[in-house]
């Protein structure tokens, strides 16, 4: 588990080590080139010092197969595109955090343990793309030029000649072999790096006909970054399914699927299919973190989710614990705004983001509810949740998790009155794998019961009852939720589980509900 998070010196760092110490030695022996000429002096000199792994992006730029500019490397790793700038000295900008890397493979490795907090090495120069043509590629057009004796395997791109690099080829046919050839002291395959074939996303994308990923838009350096920024940018997708504000969501049934039925994507797959969450003993791994959420959390956000017919979303505010591995969640941040209003919803996040600077909180994770349906996630919440795991993750150095919560309020499947609320994180697909649906894994969670309601609480539920008063899809809290309870009936037995045993707030929440049977 520590290891998860330490992200410990593996084989690619070891390799780009001994890379930054190779290329002194190259030029020094291309000061004092040895007297010949033509393809021999080329392969000679060169070839006696410089190693496969002496070529560095230096190298490249320096002999003009490379040229310095932003944007212009990728990676594409399980359905996740990250953006870089090469820079002059061959270091690799990063642009979504502004984290300057030395070589490809730490690059690769750094982005990889993002998505993967298990990955070991990047295979880098194998990964890492120069306008759309993987490294090695520029890699092996050195060694034809500079070293012509040295045996090549099969080119890895495909497609028009012109889009090789210089002095490349024309690519094989489809199917004309493995992406590697046989392994020997001097093989395209980068040395000390894992003998793991090359993530092809962007192909596989085009055959199945989905768009790649988007690009992610140039971010602050870290020290820049701040709460309003990271709340921004796990609000991006929050929503983006639902329909138009008081529309009346349809209670059809959904039949959750096992993530197991899945398979590979699918566009025609309803993106609101439930799935079943895994636990983490059942694939024989241990839970990455543990986690503690306050009572308080669960009753605000408990009561935001019992107001309304349509799906409601909050943030998660809390503290990670590097040294034990603990995210504990102790505010809820009810968004008051309609999926969809963007003008409003920017205002509410502001207001969030303040929240949480001010009581000294980070982001951590986000909730929503499934009024009628069970607390499960469907294909869209995973892919959400997937895409928030890594914004969170990579604005900073160090694995950190994104907690999900799914409150289901009024599933008739729940046993008794209490809502379920479930937590759920994401675990990447196989690599061998990369176009499956991601993982949804159950989180196991202690529940620390609050001794009181804060003033913070009590303040936002009755703010929210002010904001949902007179919608079309208010809950008619004093019409027959079930034979002999109404909608407000459900809504106390369900907070009663979550409230502290001190009863000095008790006339503050009968105001509250008092306030619920008038605002409809």
């Not at 990047?122 to 120069?130: K, P, Q, T």
């Not at 090695?136 to 099969?154: F, G, I, M, S």
């Not at 929503?368 to 795991?389: K, W």
């Not at 037995?493 to 929440?509: C, I, M, N």
Request: charged share 25%.
């Amino acid at each position: 588990m520590a290891a998860l998070a330490a992200a410990s010196p593996g084989a690619d760092e070891c390799l780009e080590e001994d890379e930054d110490e190779l290329e002194p030695g190259l030029d020094e022996a291309e000061a004092e080139p040895e007297p010949e000429s033509g393809a021999k002096a080329a392969g000679g000199s060169r070839g006696a010092v410089l190693t496969r792994r002496g070529i560095t992006l230096r190298v490249l730029l320096r002999d003009g197969l490379l040229e310095p500019a932003r944007g212009v490397l990728s990676i594409y790793y399980l359905g996740k595109k990250f953006v870089g700038d090469l820079g002059a000295d061959g270091t690799i900008t990063w642009q979504e955090t502004g984290q300057v890397f030395n070589s490809p493979s730490a690059w690769a490795t750094h982005c990889k343990r993002l998505v993967n907090p298990a990955k070991k090495s990047g295979c880098g120069w194998a990964s890492v793309r120069y306008k759309g043509q993987k490294l090695d590629q520029y890699k092996a057009a050195w060694l034809r030029k500079h070293q012509p004796n040295t045996p090549a395997a099969e080119e890895v791109g495909r497609g028009d000649p012109k889009s090789q690099p210089p002095g490349a080829p024309a690519a094989s046919p489809r199917g004309a072999g493995r992406r590697f050839a046989p392994r020997t002291p001097q093989s395209l395959a980068s040395e000390g790096e894992e003998d793991e074939l090359p993530e092809e996303e962007e192909e596989e994308a085009a055959r199945e006909g989905r768009a790649p990923a988007p690009e992610p838009a140039a971010a602050k350096r870290p020290e820049e970054r701040s709460k309003k920024q990271q709340c921004r940018s796990l609000a991006e997708q929050a929503g983006t399914d639902h329909g138009p504000p008081g529309k009346r969501p349809e209670n059809k049934p959904r039949v959750p699927v096992r993530y197991c039925t899945l398979g590979t994507r699918d566009t025609a797959r309803n993106p609101q299919t439930l799935v079943e969450v895994t636990p983490f003993a059942a694939i024989n791994k241990f839970q990455p973190f543990n986690v503690a959420i306050s009572s308080n959390v669960l009753l605000l956000l408990d009561f935001h989710s019992h107001l309304t017919r349509s799906e409601v979303v909050g943030y998660l505010g809390g503290r990670w614990d590097t040294n034990t591995q603990l995210l504990t969640v102790l505010r809820a941040f009810p968004c008051r705004s309609r999926l969809g209003d963007a003008e409003a919803a920017g205002a509410v996040e502001e207001e969030i983001c303040q929240s949480l600077f001010l009581r000294g909180l980070s982001l951590v994770g986000w909730y929503h509810s499934h009024p009628f349906g069970p607390a499960l996630p469907s294909l869209h919440d995973i892919d959400a949740q997937m895409d928030y795991q890594l914004k969170l993750q990579g604005s900073g150095n160090g694995f950190q998790p994104c907690l999900a919560l799914i409150c289901g309020p009024y599933y008739h499947g729940n046993p008794g009155v209490e809502s379920k609320i479930a937590p759920f994180w994401v675990m990447p697909p196989p690599e061998q794998r990369p176009n499956d649906y991601g993982i949804p894994m159950e989180v196991e969670v202690a529940y620390i019961q609050d001794g009181f309601l804060t003033n913070d609480v009590l303040q936002e539920m009755t703010l929210l009852v002010e904001f949902y008063k007179g919608a079309p899809d208010l809950v008619k809290f004093q019409e027959l939720w079930s034979q002999d309870q109404t909608y407000l009936d459900k809504l106390k037995g369900s907070l009663a589980s979550r409230t502290p045993k001190d009863q000095s707030f008790a006339h503050v929440l009968e105001q509250i509900y008092s306030l619920l049977k008038l605002s409809g």
